[in-house]
């Protein structure tokens, strides 16, 4: 069993920066964890979930056009996810989740919302 807590969200006002976190649990997560790349997605309502980042378990990173520029994500052997988000603009509100890549599992999101 896998699970993950994202935390990190709230109000920001545009240009600001977040860092959210995610952090990893469950019996099989030391193994599991070590060879999984790990993501960040995020989703409006009334529209689908959609990838921004993922990171592989060799450390390379990729980022879709949603994310990329001020989008940076990372991982550490803590079994912990983190994206980093600069510049914020309003079309960043969203709630975000991490789970993994595929998105197997993930977790119940964090909401960051970006207004003035």
């Known amino acids: 069993q896998v699970q993950f807590v994202e935390s990190g969200g709230g109000l920001v006002q545009p240009g600001g920066s977040l860092t959210l976190s995610c952090a990893a649990s469950g019996s099989i997560i030391s193994s599991f964890f070590s060879t999984t790349s790990m993501a960040w997605y995020r989703q409006v309502p009334g529209e689908e979930r959609e990838l921004v980042a993922v990171v592989h378990a060799n450390g390379r990173t990729y980022y879709t056009t949603s994310g990329k520029d001020r989008f940076t994500i990372s991982r550490d052997n803590a079994k912990n996810t983190y994206l980093q988000i600069r510049n914020l603009k309003p079309e960043d509100t969203a709630v975000y989740y991490c789970?993994?890549?595929?998105?197997?599992?993930w977790g119940q999101g964090t909401q960051v919302t970006v207004s003035s």
């Open positions: 789970g993994t890549s595929p998105a197997t599992y």
